[in-house]
């Protein structure tokens, strides 16, 4: 059966490559680094690509494949690529796709390392990035060159949960032949599928809420065949592929991705209203809540709201690094979209070697804190922010 018209739950859960002679209902783990041919000639077919089949880990095994095509399906993609991190698809996507002398229109506030990569390491071959204000969407064509090749953003961004309007973002990128993509790792397949909207490519962390459960690290990119293949290429050649034992674990982790998310955007916005309406808090920032400054567009992109909160602390630093030090609950780490509620303070952790002027032209300010709701009893993790706050 064609899992092309079944429901998203269903391709997540249903999605099964192959089976062993053992016919097992539950996929097993394929740890081995190569695989073996019949004879000469299947060797050189397969490696002539003249046969769809596994060569070695690095190029595919089955369980990244089946990882892979669980994406592509869920996301309404051609085709895919699973890798190491997030960040070694971000890296390897821009890198195989681009030359010297390139140029990126990106959104101005994207995830730290991904920043690092445009200003520190892509000019050394050459390849420029220009920025434009999440919140002034409508200026993005300002910025394009006659070598600009790729329009990026991710929505909801991290770690302000500003919201891009992806229907726009897909129309500029047609009208000048850029290639659209997309960092979808806020919002999951289940919640937005930026294809739909134009996207020609998305890219996913897959350590954040596909795994949901802070034990994997991995990536994909996913979207068309033909920038696939090259993404494909380089990666083969480069080696920043993910582990069979990964993949494997992120595959199960897809089958119940769709509930999971259903309870941690339920969490989420009893989070966001309950911050709303306390006094020390300035202002909070959730993309389904109607205060957020592009709540129509988030509900005309996403079916949910997703499980990060971002609020601004009354009495900026001091007041955000006081708040982390009562919570008692919820975990101060460096991850999100765990189980486990986490919260972080950008201004004096992640982003605290950005001037404050850096920090403000990528939505970061003083007294921003991210919450990332997890999917403990809502009321324990309210009461513990609440206890913080006071
Ligand atoms: C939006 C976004 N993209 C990419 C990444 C990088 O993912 P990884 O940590 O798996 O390399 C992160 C990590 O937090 C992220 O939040």
């Excluded at 998203?8 to 002679?21: C, D, N, S, V, W």
């Excluded at 869920?74 to 991190?85: I, L, P």
């Excluded at 975990?331 to 950008?346: C, E, F, K, Y």
């Excluded at 201004?347 to 002027?357: F, G, I, M, V």
Aim: net charge negative; aromatic share 8%.
């Amino acid at each position: 059966m064609s899992n092309q018209n079944l429901g998203l739950e269903t391709q997540a859960i249903r999605t099964q490559l192959e089976r062993t002679q053992y016919l097992e209902h539950s996929v097993p783990l394929y740890l081995t680094s190569s695989f073996i041919f019949e004879d000469a000639e299947d060797m050189r077919a397969s490696f002539a690509e003249e046969k769809e089949r596994n060569i070695y880990s690095r190029f595919s095994n089955p369980n990244t494949s089946e990882f892979v095509e669980k994406i592509c399906q869920m996301e309404g993609a051609e085709d895919g690529y699973a890798f190491a991190t997030g960040m070694a698809a971000v890296y390897s996507t821009f890198v195989a796709l681009l030359n010297s002398g390139d140029h990126i229109v990106s959104a101005s506030s994207v995830f730290g390392s991904t920043h690092t990569l445009f200003t520190k390491y892509f000019p050394k071959w050459n390849i420029t990035t220009s920025y434009f204000d999440v919140n002034k969407p409508e200026t993005i064509e300002n910025f394009i060159q006659p070598n600009t090749k790729i329009l990026y953003a991710e929505s909801p961004t991290n770690p302000a949960v500003d919201v891009l309007d992806l229907e726009l973002l897909g129309i500029i990128a047609k009208k000048h032949n850029l290639i659209l993509i997309i960092d979808n790792c806020f919002a999951t397949p289940y919640i937005q599928n930026p294809i739909q909207f134009g996207a020609d490519l998305v890219i996913h962390s897959a350590t954040k809420l596909i795994d949901g459960q802070g034990r994997v690290l991995g990536g994909v990119t996913v979207g068309r065949s033909d920038l696939i293949r090259e993404i494909y290429l380089f990666a083969r050649n480069t080696g920043p592929a993910l582990s069979p034992f990964n993949a494997w674990v992120l595959s199960k982790s897809l089958e119940t991705l769709p509930v999971r998310i259903e309870k941690h955007c339920e969490n989420a916005l009893k989070v966001a209203e309950f911050l709303e309406n306390h006094p020390n808090v300035a202002s909070v920032k959730y993309p389904f809540l109607k205060s957020h400054p592009q709540y129509e567009v988030a509900k005309k992109q996403m079916k949910l709201g997703g499980n990060i909160v971002a609020f601004e602390i009354k009495g900026g630093i001091e007041s955000g690094r006081k708040f982390l030090d009562k919570i008692k609950l919820c975990s101060l780490s460096a991850n999100l979209g765990d189980t486990r509620s986490i919260v972080t303070h950008p201004a004096s952790t992640t982003h605290s070697k950005l001037s404050e002027e850096e920090r403000l032209a990528v939505s970061i300010t003083d007294g921003l804190v991210r919450v990332s709701v997890g999917l403990e009893t809502v009321q324990d993790v309210i009461n513990d922010l609440k206890q913080a706050l006071e």
